[in-house]
């Protein structure tokens, strides 16, 4: 197989499951010396194992000190950074009458500030390279409001203008920031474990019913999988996508298309 980005290495935060693991996998099979980063250091070992040339690291991203170490990490390890995916987020859904303040701080400290901090630890060692490429794993909530997730789509909002800001302000080092907004994966730990409970509770119907809901939306009438994020990631990362920049890309089988 023609593997797209062979000699890369690519920090993956958030990595340690779910669609980061299985990007984690696929930059793996593409070619990368990946760097998997999560808060829970042995699911990231688990899955650095798996890997042809993986290195686990843990962090909060929410944490400068801890960013800044992982940043270090990947140079001292495999010399260069070429590539990092910031994945790492959380999500807490509730109507605006019940969110505590330091949940909402909490939300936006993970998907907001830690896409920040990576990002700026990455663009430190890119911009002295000048070269690199930058991917944040948005969300179609970062296009249009959310049912009662309202702290998680003001921080993918937010993403999408630092993701656009980072792209102005980086291109003449050649370093591309892009986003990548799938929808709703609905055979993910993320769903199967919390949202179809949290979003049942919610909305006063049976988790099979919310499943429902979220499939009719779709024109394609499926699920978001892994590998149509992957894709895209790959696509984005390689040379194919040389002239994208400040793009939020949207792999939602049609639910959004702005």
């Given at each position: 197989?023609?593997?797209?980005?062979?000699?890369?290495?690519?920090?993956?935060?958030?990595?340690?499951?779910?669609?980061?693991?299985?990007?984690?996998?696929?930059?793996?099979?593409?070619?990368?010396?990946?760097?998997?980063?999560?808060?829970?250091?042995?699911?990231?070992?688990?899955?650095?194992?798996?890997?042809?040339?993986?290195?686990?690291?843990?962090?909060?991203?929410?944490?400068?000190?801890?960013?800044?170490?992982?940043?270090?990490?990947?140079?001292?390890?495999?010399?260069?950074?070429?590539?990092?995916?910031?994945?790492?987020?959380?999500?807490?859904?509730?109507?605006?009458?019940?969110?505590?303040?330091?949940?909402?701080?909490?939300i936006l400290d993970v998907?907001?500030?830690?896409?920040?901090?990576?990002?700026?630890?990455?663009?430190?060692?890119?911009?002295?390279?000048?070269?690199?490429?930058?991917?944040?794993?948005?969300?179609?909530?970062?296009?249009?409001?959310?049912?009662?997730?309202?702290?998680?789509?003001?921080?993918?909002?937010?993403?999408?203008?630092?993701?656009?800001?980072?792209?102005?302000?980086?291109a003449e080092y050649g370093?591309?920031?892009?986003?990548?907004?799938?929808?709703?994966?609905?055979?993910?730990?993320?769903?199967?474990?919390?949202?179809?409970?949290?979003?049942?509770?919610?909305?006063?119907?049976?988790?099979?019913?919310?499943?429902?809901?979220?499939?009719?939306?779709?024109?394609?009438?499926?699920?978001?999988?892994?590998?149509?994020?992957?894709?895209?990631?790959?696509?984005?990362?390689?040379?194919?996508?040389?002239?994208?920049?400040?793009?939020?890309?949207?792999?939602?089988?049609?639910?959004?298309?702005?």
């Amino acid at each position: 197989m023609h593997q797209k980005l062979k000699g890369q290495t690519a920090i993956i935060t958030g990595g340690g499951q779910g669609l980061g693991e299985a990007l984690a996998q696929r930059l793996d099979q593409e070619g990368c010396n990946v760097v998997v980063a999560d808060v829970n250091l042995e699911a990231a070992e688990k899955v650095a194992a798996s890997l042809v040339s993986g290195a686990a690291c843990q962090v909060d991203v929410s944490s400068e000190e801890q960013v800044e170490k992982m940043a270090g990490f990947a140079l001292s390890r495999f010399g260069s950074l070429d590539l990092l995916v910031s994945n790492a987020a959380i999500l807490i859904a509730k109507s605006v009458t019940e969110f505590t303040p330091t949940e909402w701080r909490r939300i936006l400290d993970v998907n907001l500030m830690g896409y920040f901090l990576c990002a700026r630890a990455a663009a430190r060692i890119m911009i002295a390279q000048r070269k690199g490429n930058i991917i944040q794993i948005n969300s179609k909530s970062g296009k249009k409001g959310s049912y009662k997730n309202s702290a998680y789509a003001a921080s993918k909002f937010g993403g999408i203008g630092l993701t656009q800001s980072l792209a102005l302000e980086l291109a003449e080092y050649g370093i591309r920031v892009n986003a990548i907004c799938p929808g709703n994966l609905l055979d993910s730990p993320l769903w199967v474990n919390s949202l179809f409970k949290q979003y049942a509770k919610n909305q006063g119907i049976t988790e099979e019913e919310v499943r429902q809901k979220y499939l009719d939306q779709v024109p394609l009438g499926r699920s978001c999988e892994y590998e149509d994020v992957a894709n895209a990631m790959v696509f984005l990362a390689s040379e194919e996508a040389s002239y994208m920049t400040g793009q939020a890309i949207n792999i939602t089988g049609g639910q959004e298309m702005r």
